[in-house]
């Protein structure tokens, strides 16, 4: 018997008729001998509704009362699912997230899971029943109710097949799998067979919707095999494999991916010496904004210099005022940001041993008059700031450039 956990996003479970498809689903797996363990979010809005009303009664609330105001989204759709299930004679038995034992830290709405008790999982499955769980959820050490953040049911998943062992951890959603961009912006587009967890992971770290990358992350850590289906149609999805591609089959790049919801902020004239990157990110990063792509110009003769950080564009006001702060105590000369920019990537292992990526990508951006205002890279990955009004034109361009419409090995 193969052990899978499964994982239905909100649009899965969005309605009483798609909640009965998903049961149909599991059902059929169950029936032909399967473990199932599934994972499930809330109704597809549902999260948003309950924020809102949240911010009715108070614009700011506390983020324990938060925790436990939209959890309750996903006890909907498991209690719905195992009514379905025993509707079609299959023995299920739902659990939220403390009922599992689910251990968390106590970071209210952004917590990490720390342990999970698996033995009434266990049990259940030793005595034939499908075990449904609430995603994105989880308890502290001292009781309360906590939250994984945006796209946490799928760490749930992932970290559930890894505590059982799993044979497979799927993820179904509203996509057949991983494609080599968004077939929104690129109608050619195509579905992968396989990726690698390092190409995923900076996939996902960059942009790709199609899987939160904590889960991704969580993947890694204990090679759970993991895999991207739809719940709306049959097909193999995409599998992420931790197994490289044969030299020969294995494409320079994988694919493109994209943020739009980033913001950059540039501080001017700061005295060039040792440690001025730290004064100026440290308190960034005390204020608990995230930093992602940083660039500092290097001065000459002891002229000042600037440092370039970029940050998501919701916590830009946050970012700002600390490097206002923080400029008045360096007495730099001006602190400047920009919300209207995107950032762009390309992925692939086969970067590794491959040169000409970088020409070909700033080519084929230059040859649209695509300004790159930031560049980073990484052994199989380089991303680059430009304008968000130019993002989706870049993306076709690169898309092209790199030949991804077309399967094909480097033989």
């Known amino acids: 018997m193969n052990l899978i956990v499964q994982k239905y996003g909100g649009t899965s479970v969005g309605s009483v008729e798609r ?47 938060m ?12 209690a719905l699912l195992s009514m379905a ?26 917590a990490r899971i720390e342990d999970i008790d698996v033995h009434r999982m266990r049990d259940d499955l ?16 001292e009781g309360n109710i906590t939250t994984l953040g945006r796209g946490g049911s799928d760490t749930t998943a992932v970290a559930l097949a890894a505590a059982l062992k799993a044979d ?19 109608s050619n587009a195509r579905r992968l067979d396989t990726v690698t967890f390092e190409e995923m992971l900076e996939l996902a770290s960059e942009g790709a919707k199609v899987l939160q990358i904590r889960s991704v992350e969580f993947a890694g850590k204990y090679k759970v095999p993991l895999r991207v289906l739809s719940s709306f149609g049959e097909g193999g999805g995409t599998l992420i494999t931790f197994e490289e591609r044969e030299e020969m089959e294995k ?30 990110l440290a308190p960034v990063g005390e204020a608990g904004v995230d930093v992602d792509v940083i660039c500092q110009n290097v001065a000459e003769d002891d002229a000042p210099a600037s440092l370039t950080f970029t940050v998501n564009r919701s916590e830009l006001p946050q970012a700002k005022a600390v490097a206002e702060r923080v400029a008045a105590e360096l007495q730099a000369k001006a602190v400047e940001t920009d919300d209207q920019i995107a950032k762009l990537s390309v992925v692939g292992v086969g970067m590794k041993s491959h040169s000409g990526v970088a020409s070909t990508m700033f080519k084929a951006l230059s040859d649209h008059n695509i300004n790159i205002q930031l560049i ?23 898309h092209d450039a790199f030949e991804l419409d077309v399967e094909k090995s480097n033989a």
């Open 168 to 186: 497979e951890c799927q993820i179904y959603t509203d996509v057949d799998g991983v494609y080599t961009t968004d077939p929104r912006v690129v």
């Open 126 to 141: 030793d005595r034939g029943r499908v075990v449904v769980v609430a995603g994105f959820q989880g308890t502290d050490a």
């Open 67 to 78: 925790d436990v105001l939209v959890s309750t989204g996903e006890q909907v759709t498991i």
């Open 376 to 398: 980073t890279t990484s052994e199989i990955k380089i991303t680059v700031v430009i304008e968000e009004k130019y993002l989706e034109l870049a993306v076709r361009a690169l």
């Open 85 to 110: 299930l025993h509707k079609r004679g299959c023995d299920a038995r739902s659990y939220t997230g403390s009922q599992v034992r689910i251990l968390t830290d106590g970071a209210h709405t952004k």
């Open 251 to 280: 494409p320079v790049v994988t694919g493109i991916a994209f943020n739009r919801e980033e913001a950059k902020v540039t501080v001017r004239g700061i005295p060039d010496h040792p440690g001025v990157a730290y004064n100026v």
């Open 19 to 65: 909640i009965e498809a998903v049961a149909d689903k599991v059902a059929d797996f169950h029936r032909r001998g399967h473990g199932m363990v599934v994972v499930l979010s809330a109704m597809s809005g549902e999260t948003n509704r309950l924020i809102g009303l949240a911010r009715e009664i108070h614009h700011e609330p506390t983020p324990r009362e």
